[in-house]
């Protein structure tokens, strides 16, 4: 351990002295976290809206009207198609609800009519959502005016729905994204941050040419493996904290579990990145190529095979072994199931013992890899 220690201390000076990793072990995590986290939002509300009325009935006053509320807002009256087609090319507009001059005719006569909803396709996934809304909206107001019609009968309008639809959602009540984004985020920031710092600190050795003097000292390469990743799982353990408390006080994330059983896993994960870096180091031989061949194999992966982005579930194939077989799925696993399901330390250890089988893969790969450097 004195060994250890030793090569601890000396890389604690080396990341005195070198300001610009003070900057890259703490600045660069927040400033990712906070970047990301107000950036990265799957909430699709508030859409600008507008409408055409040829008609200017009183049923086509009450349809806009459900257009009005947290999904739709509701800009400006129309009159001309050219501006609406102009509006929604320029991104002013997202939709724009076109209700014919004959529409309450058509509706008093035939009983039917119909609209047209004109939606910005250029997002795929915004634009089903959104057509979504515009036919729960539609819906609402043919209740509406089923239940007009019943009660002019003298029926109750409670016979248009004989088998009624009560929804709870578990977990994430509101259905707020950034409650699940937001803590996926931390997976995201304690990926990249140790693993480039750590195949820093070795590839910068070999650029120096001060690794030599490691290959004819005594020390073993586990330790001086080990000495050197210390500061760098106290520097992410430091980071850790500080992102949950930004979590928690900038973005008002709840966690409804407790942080003890974050911790564990947190810890285990670190490691695993800090052993990345050192597999990385092993096979490169600058800083600029440690870093490029890091955040490849870190940050791209992370954000499409984590499930922070796409549900692993809707992965098929190849694409569903990689999520399974990456460690940032299983840890993340462990973020929602402490932020989101309130799960304890026995639910998680299917995950933990997952993210220790990683640790000693890695890390075992790494020193071995290192080997292979000694002339």
């Not at 529409?103 to 979504?132: E, H, M, N, W």
């Not at 820093?200 to 073993?220: D, M, V």
């Not at 990145?273 to 890091?294: D, F, H, K, P, Y």
């Amino acid at each position: 351990m004195k060994k250890v220690l030793a090569v601890a201390a000396k890389e604690v000076r080396e990341i005195w002295r070198v300001r610009l990793f003070l900057v890259l072990a703490f600045g660069v995590p927040f400033v990712m976290f906070i970047v990301f986290g107000y950036g990265i939002s799957l909430d699709v509300e508030h859409m600008p809206f507008a409408y055409i009325d040829r008609d200017h009935s009183q049923l086509s006053a009450r349809l806009v009207e459900k257009f009005q509320g947290r999904y739709f807002d509701l800009r400006e009256e129309l009159f001309d198609p050219a501006e609406a087609d102009r509006l929604l090319g320029n991104g002013s507009l997202r939709a724009v609800l076109v209700i014919p001059p004959d529409f309450s005719r058509r509706l008093y006569r035939d009983g039917t009519a119909d609209v047209q909803f004109l939606i910005d396709g250029g997002y795929p996934y915004r634009a089903l959502t959104v057509k979504g809304y515009a036919e729960a909206a539609v819906a609402a107001f043919n209740r509406e005016i089923m239940g007009d019609r019943l009660a002019g009968l003298g029926y109750s309008a409670r016979s248009l729905q004989p088998v009624r639809t009560e929804t709870r959602y578990f977990f994430n009540e509101s259905l707020k994204s950034s409650y699940a984004l937001i803590p996926g985020l931390i997976a995201i920031v304690l990926l990249m941050n140790p693993a480039v710092l750590t195949a820093l600190a070795i590839t910068r050795e070999k650029e120096f040419g001060t690794i030599y003097n490691i290959y004819s000292s005594p020390i073993r390469r586990w330790e001086f493996l080990t000495g050197k990743i210390i500061p760098y799982l106290v520097i992410s353990a430091i980071n850790f904290t500080v992102i949950l408390a930004t979590v928690k006080f900038l973005f008002h994330v709840p966690m409804k579990g407790h942080v003890v059983n974050l911790v564990p896993g947190a810890f285990l994960y670190m490691l695993i990145n800090v052993s990345i870096g050192l597999l990385v180091s092993a096979v490169t031989r600058t800083m600029v190529s440690a870093q490029i061949v890091t955040i490849i194999a870190t940050v791209i992966p992370a954000f499409l095979y984590s499930g922070l982005l796409i549900p692993v579930a809707n992965l098929e194939g190849e694409a569903r072994v990689v999520a399974y077989l990456y460690p940032t799925m299983h840890f993340m696993k462990i973020i929602h199931g402490v932020y989101l399901k309130n799960l304890g330390l026995s639910a998680l250890l299917p995950q933990m013992l997952l993210l220790m089988l990683y640790f000693a893969i890695l890390f075992s790969l790494g020193i071995l890899a290192f080997r292979k450097r000694e002339g």
